[in-house]
């Protein structure tokens, strides 16, 4: 080997290291960024979406970083969703767990329509200004929830909290929940207690597999080293 051919083997050896570490990240980036798409595909594709904006926001990527660490085989790049203090990042449907929810949602709360999204009115969110069976008088929570629905009427309709179920004239027992009334007419928004267990849909895993089928991984990476070798054989 003559001495230019020496001293690009010498620059390769010195600089391939950080090109390589460089190149490495790169790629598990790019990929964690595919397997996002996927994920947001799948959600889309699989659920009940009512707001793709709040979809796209619960799904990140944590990316590799360039320069740390050292060795490559300890670079690392996350993709998944968001746990946030109301919600769990759709943990329950890739992993079949019981849900953590504590209360659930009607159809009347999205307005008739499972695809629309809850209703203002329908949330709980603080004290709300609800009526309560136990704020009225009465000798039995009979007698107060009658009590407390007279108050209603006369105010033309409102929302009360039941805090326990509760038997009516007419012997339809009334579940526990957040419930809506006017003109006489009951609804149940929210109904309190464990939500039931969602459909199990592993979007994650399918995205992951999504990757591999759709993608050829070894050739990504054949590309890179190439790229690299030629940066230094100029």
Same mark, same amino acid.
């Given at each position: 080997?003559d001495?230019a051919g020496l001293k690009?083997?010498?620059r390769?050896?010195?600089?391939f290291p950080?090109?390589?570490r460089?190149?490495s990240a #790169?790629?598990? *980036?790019s990929?964690a $960024? /595919?397997?996002? !798409?996927?994920?947001? %595909?799948?959600?889309n594709?699989?659920?009940?979406v009512?707001n793709k904006?709040f979809?796209k926001?619960?799904?990140i990527v944590q990316?590799a970083n360039q320069k740390?660490p050292?060795?490559?085989?300890?670079q690392v790049a996350?993709? #998944?969703?968001? *746990?946030?203090?109301? $919600? /769990?990042?759709? !943990?329950?449907?890739? %992993?079949?767990?019981?849900?953590?929810k504590k209360?659930?949602?009607t159809?009347?709360?999205?307005g008739g329509?499972k695809?629309a999204q809850?209703?203002?009115?329908?949330r709980?969110?603080?004290?709300?200004g609800?009526y309560n069976?136990?704020d009225?008088?009465?000798?039995?929570?009979?007698?107060?929830y009658?009590?407390?629905?007279r108050?209603i009427?006369?105010?033309?309709?409102g929302?009360f909290i039941l805090g326990k179920t509760?038997?009516?004239?007419?012997?339809?027992p009334?579940?526990r929940g957040?419930?809506?009334?006017?003109a006489g007419?009951?609804e149940l928004?929210?109904?309190?207690?464990?939500?039931?267990f969602?459909k199990?849909?592993?979007?994650m895993?399918?995205?992951i597999?999504?990757?591999?089928?759709?993608?050829?991984?070894?050739r990504?990476w054949?590309q890179?080293?190439?790229?690299?070798v030629?940066?230094?054989n100029?």
């Amino acid at each position: 080997m003559d001495p230019a051919g020496l001293k690009k083997l010498d620059r390769f050896f010195k600089g391939f290291p950080n090109e390589a570490r460089k190149a490495s990240a #790169g790629i598990l *980036n790019s990929l964690a $960024f /595919t397997v996002k !798409k996927y994920n947001n %595909e799948n959600i889309n594709r699989e659920m009940t979406v009512r707001n793709k904006g709040f979809v796209k926001s619960s799904l990140i990527v944590q990316m590799a970083n360039q320069k740390q660490p050292a060795l490559m085989q300890h670079q690392v790049a996350y993709s #998944g969703s968001i *746990n946030r203090p109301r $919600f /769990t990042g759709w !943990k329950e449907q890739q %992993e079949g767990t019981p849900p953590r929810k504590k209360r659930g949602t009607t159809r009347a709360a999205r307005g008739g329509s499972k695809h629309a999204q809850m209703r203002h009115t329908a949330r709980m969110r603080g004290k709300g200004g609800y009526y309560n069976v136990d704020d009225y008088k009465g000798k039995t929570r009979r007698t107060r929830y009658y009590h407390m629905m007279r108050i209603i009427g006369e105010r033309g309709g409102g929302t009360f909290i039941l805090g326990k179920t509760i038997n009516i004239k007419s012997g339809m027992p009334l579940p526990r929940g957040l419930w809506h009334v006017k003109a006489g007419k009951l609804e149940l928004l929210q109904y309190f207690g464990v939500d039931k267990f969602p459909k199990k849909i592993k979007w994650m895993s399918k995205s992951i597999t999504n990757l591999r089928q759709r993608n050829d991984i070894q050739r990504i990476w054949g590309q890179q080293i190439n790229r690299i070798v030629r940066m230094y054989n100029k």
